[in-house]
């Protein structure tokens, strides 16, 4: 399977930034400096689960609610 | 009332802080900010700047060189008094014991007590954050991750000096002095900020990815499944030997939309690297080349004035790193020009701070 990293990581900056530019790249950055570059997946990255677990513990740190 | 800068060289604390007040021409303003040399005896210097400003929050810190509008200093103390027009509000908390790991649970509860809403709550476009931090704590990126979990709202700011003896630094506000903390403070601008990260440094296409660290003492022990010396002085095609030589010119970076986050290594120890941050087990990371610190960061700040207007006031945390490598090329006069023109104080500091932790930057906060 594949994707869901970075399907994951959209909807933690969509949520985070409700639709604002800025907080869309301040959301991102933290993600960078917290171990998840966001440009390094995209629809094609296979799901690590070692990844998708550190995200959802990201996703509780920023109080965002991911599937 | 605006901004007021003053610098003072006298040695001792009582002649200093009065020649600062002297100069500054007036007692009381929403904030006053100082640097100060770790030559100040700390408790004296920061009690001081209370007594002659007592109804003002002050904050500061100590330093590794000083910065006032058109000159880099050093073993002196310098300050900025900020008036009521330009900050209608300012909270100022310190977290301390640091080491202990302790969360920062108790500076946010006084924002939101102060503030009377979740800091969460608080908009990013009307509330800018001021953090100082040990530079000797190791707790920049603990801190930073916290506050940016917690708030949108932007904290910039810079790890205190003591004159690159590594001994111990020291932050201080309403009077106090400390160590092994952070002064972390909320201001409500009236008017228009922004903050500005400038580093000098073009991403290279080389990447190394750290595949064993020890984060606990910012150690990258493997590259790629390399040892990290050979993994770096091999990127650069330069001996293992040399690599120490490299650090300056050659950092690393985190990057994300080509804009580099530096991560510098500090020394080599065995194999490994030591670094002034944090790096954990995965970042990729490039090497930088650096380029024109004068030119960039002129660059930055008259971009930013075209942008948004003339700056009534500039608070700069620049990266130790960037004044030595100003020294060592004879270029520290040129880069103070590049602030003659702005009412600005800063400090050379043993690590920047804005959005997270990071090394041979500036990041400065605007007043417009």
């Given at each position: 399977m594949a994707g869901k990293i970075h399907h994951m990581i959209e909807e933690i900056v969509n949520k985070r930034a409700k639709g604002n530019a800025t907080l869309m790249i301040t959301t991102k950055t933290k993600l960078m400096l917290k171990?998840?570059?966001?440009?390094?997946?995209?629809?094609?990255t296979p799901d690590d689960p070692a990844v998708i677990e550190k995200l959802a513990g990201i996703a509780h740190d920023l109080g965002v609610v991911v599937a | 009332m605006s901004i007021y800068v003053a610098q003072s060289s006298k040695m001792s604390v009582p002649a200093a802080v009065d020649e600062i007040r002297q100069k500054l021409?007036?007692?009381?303003?929403a904030l006053l900010l100082f640097f100060a040399s770790s030559s100040y005896e700390p408790v004296a210097i920061s009690s001081a700047f209370q007594a002659a400003f007592p109804h003002t929050p002050t904050m500061g810190c100590s330093t590794s060189g000083e910065i006032v509008s058109g000159h880099l200093s050093k073993n002196s103390v310098v300050a900025m008094l900020i008036g009521p027009d330009l900050i209608e509000d300012v909270c100022i908390e310190v977290a301390e014991d640091l080491s202990a790991g302790h969360s920062l649970a108790a500076p946010v509860q006084a924002f939101e007590r102060h503030f009377g809403r979740p800091v969460a709550d608080l908009d990013f476009d009307h509330y800018v954050g001021l953090i100082l931090v040990?530079?000797?704590?190791?707790?920049e990126e603990r801190l930073m991750d916290e506050l940016g979990n917690a708030t949108d709202v932007a904290f910039v700011g810079g790890s205190a000096g003591d004159d690159l003896k590594f001994s111990a630094t020291h932050v201080y506000a309403n009077g106090q002095a400390h160590t092994n903390a952070a002064v972390l403070a909320v201001l409500k601008p009236k008017g228009p900020f922004s903050i500005i990260k400038t580093q000098s440094f073009t991403v290279l296409p080389q990447t190394l990815t750290a595949t064993e660290v020890d984060q606990a003492h910012r150690?990258?022990?493997?590259f790629d499944g390399q040892p990290a010396v050979q993994a770096y002085s091999g990127a650069l095609g330069v001996p293992a030997e040399a690599a120490a030589s490299q650090f300056m010119v050659h950092p690393m970076g985190l990057v994300l939309d080509a804009e580099p986050f530096v991560r510098s290594p500090r020394a080599v120890q065995d194999d490994a690297l030591a670094f002034y941050c944090n790096i954990t087990e995965g970042m990729q990371l490039h090497l930088l080349q650096s380029t024109d610190i004068v030119a960039d960061t002129r660059k930055a700040i008259e971009d930013r004035q075209a942008a948004?207007?003339?700056?009534r006031g500039l608070i700069n945390f620049h990266c130790i790193l960037r004044t030595l490598e100003l020294e060592q090329s004879g270029r520290v006069d040129d880069y103070a020009r590049v602030f003659e023109d702005i009412p600005t104080i800063g400090f050379s500091t043993y690590g920047e701070q804005y959005l997270g932790h990071v090394n041979q930057t500036s990041t400065m906060l605007a007043f417009v």
């Open positions: 171990g998840i570059n966001p440009e390094a997946f995209d629809e094609s | 021409g007036r007692s009381d303003g040990d530079g000797l704590s190791g707790a150690l990258v022990l493997s948004l207007g003339r700056f």
